[in-house]
């Protein structure tokens, strides 16, 4: 995710408190209503005061609230909270994550402690921390090379990490704030967006280092790998574009303008169904971009800051993750895509990962109750 010129040049660590004091003021804080009916002639009650009755009623009724709470999203969504597990770190922001789901591994940027959080999906738990990653933005796993490549702002380089060991290996030179990262698989190269740079960085991942620089003309968004044509994709802030890369040469093949984006930067690609779907930070808009006719077709709707997006590929599932907090939901039908859900889950929910295998959905936060955590929910309308 960038560091937006509009929001302090870096948005130092993308967002500072008073934006999100201004959108709680002036949004709507959803409420769950709880109603509970207690049978006095079917309860242990029966025998008491009046009195006793109703105080039992409205502890019983805080009890039920609570636990509806800790299962059920707030706001229209299709979504059941299943747990907050703590994580590690300060109350800073977190970013990018990646999802490792044959490995059972989550990897979460923790940017504003400097570390990476490595998690285990199958045991709910923290294997341990990845540090000296000095404001670590973008994440992938590539578990084919068992490894895992982190941007850092701080120093302006990718870091390349054993799988295994979780031992930084490498570290190379990635332009000046680097932030989203995709891997080409058959030409073995990883590119990473340079937001300030206005490129992409391309590092080759046999010798972990720099081959080139590719000049895109305006803000580098999120770059990702469309394995069907071989091309890298990446949102041109400014130009509001789509550029397509070809990495054999590591030239701009084309250029395709994101009609209705204001502020392109989050990416994600549906290689299967030849889409692309790009989110404009500044007019909270999401594109559909058609891969095939190479074309934006539509233009929806979503949460005011829209950043990470997620797919789940078996539900056909999209997940919008915003700056705001709020979390947009679709579903892919043929090239369209039906919003059946959005409202506001938890201040900073702006990063957003699918397991594929379990369809849970991961969303880090980075203060709830004084601690980091991460939420771990459900789609509610589905057979699991």
């Known amino acids: 995710?960038?560091?937006?010129?509009?929001?302090?040049?870096?948005?130092?660590?993308?967002?500072?408190?008073?934006?999100?004091?201004?959108?709680?003021?002036?949004?709507?804080?959803?409420i769950v209503f709880v109603?509970?009916?207690?049978?006095?002639?079917c309860s242990p009650q029966a025998g008491r005061s009046n009195a006793e009755r109703q105080q039992s009623e409205s502890d019983a009724k805080k009890d039920n609230a609570s636990a509806i709470t800790a299962t059920e999203s707030p706001g229209n969504l299709p979504l059941r909270t299943l747990t907050d597990i703590p994580l590690t770190g300060g109350t800073t922001?977190?970013?990018?994550?990646?999802?490792?789901?044959?490995?059972?591994?989550?990897?979460?940027?923790?940017l504003g402690s400097d570390l990476m959080t490595v998690f285990d999906v199958n045991k709910q738990t923290v294997v341990g921390d990845v540090t000296d990653l000095k404001k670590v933005h973008g994440v992938l796993a590539v578990p084919e090379l068992h490894r895992i490549y982190a941007s850092a702002t701080g120093?302006?380089?990718?870091?390349?990490?054993?799988?295994?060991?979780?031992?930084i290996i490498a570290r190379a030179p990635a332009g000046d704030y680097p932030d989203g990262v995709a891997y080409a698989t058959k030409e073995n190269k990883i590119y990473v967006s340079d937001l300030h740079g206005k490129s992409d960085t391309v590092i080759d991942a046999k010798t972990n280092q720099r081959l080139t620089t590719i000049s895109l003309g305006g803000g580098a968004g999120n770059s990702q790998y469309d394995a069907v044509s071989d091309r890298i994709f990446v949102t041109v802030d400014g130009r509001e574009?789509?550029?397509?890369?070809?990495?054999?040469?590591?030239?701009?093949?084309?250029?395709?303008?994101?009609?209705?984006?204001?502020?392109?930067?989050?990416?994600?690609?549906?290689?299967?169904?030849?889409?692309?779907f790009a989110a404009c930070e500044e007019n909270a808009k999401l594109v559909i971009f058609d891969l095939e006719s190479k074309k934006a077709t539509a233009t929806l709707?979503?949460?005011?800051?829209?950043?990470?997006?997620?797919?789940?590929?078996?539900?056909?599932?999209?997940?919008?993750?915003?700056?705001?907090?709020?979390?947009?939901?679709?579903?892919?039908h043929g090239k369209n895509l039906e919003k059946i859900g959005e409202g506001f889950f938890a201040a900073n929910a702006h990063t957003v990962a699918?397991?594929?295998?379990?369809?849970?959905?991961?969303?880090?936060?980075?203060?709830?109750?004084?601690?980091?955590v991460l939420r771990i929910a459900v789609p509610s309308d589905k057979q699991l």
């Open 1 to 30: 995710m960038r560091g937006s010129d509009k929001f302090n040049r870096e948005r130092n660590e993308h967002r500072s408190g008073w934006k999100y004091a201004k959108w709680l003021t002036s949004g709507v804080v959803p």
């Open 35 to 41: 109603t509970g009916i207690l049978l006095a002639s």
């Open 93 to 110: 922001r977190l970013d990018y994550q990646s999802l490792d789901s044959d490995n059972g591994r989550l990897y979460i940027a923790h």
């Open 155 to 167: 120093s302006n380089e990718l870091a390349v990490i054993d799988d295994s060991t979780l031992q």
């Open 241 to 276: 574009e789509l550029a397509e890369i070809d990495p054999s040469s590591d030239q701009i093949a084309a250029r395709y303008p994101l009609t209705g984006c204001k502020g392109s930067h989050g990416l994600l690609v549906d290689s299967e169904h030849r889409l692309a």
């Open 301 to 332: 709707s979503v949460g005011s800051d829209p950043d990470v997006l997620a797919f789940d590929k078996t539900f056909g599932r999209l997940y919008v993750s915003a700056e705001s907090g709020v979390i947009s939901i679709f579903d892919e």
């Open 354 to 372: 699918v397991d594929q295998r379990t369809h849970r959905v991961y969303f880090p936060l980075q203060n709830l109750g004084g601690k980091p």
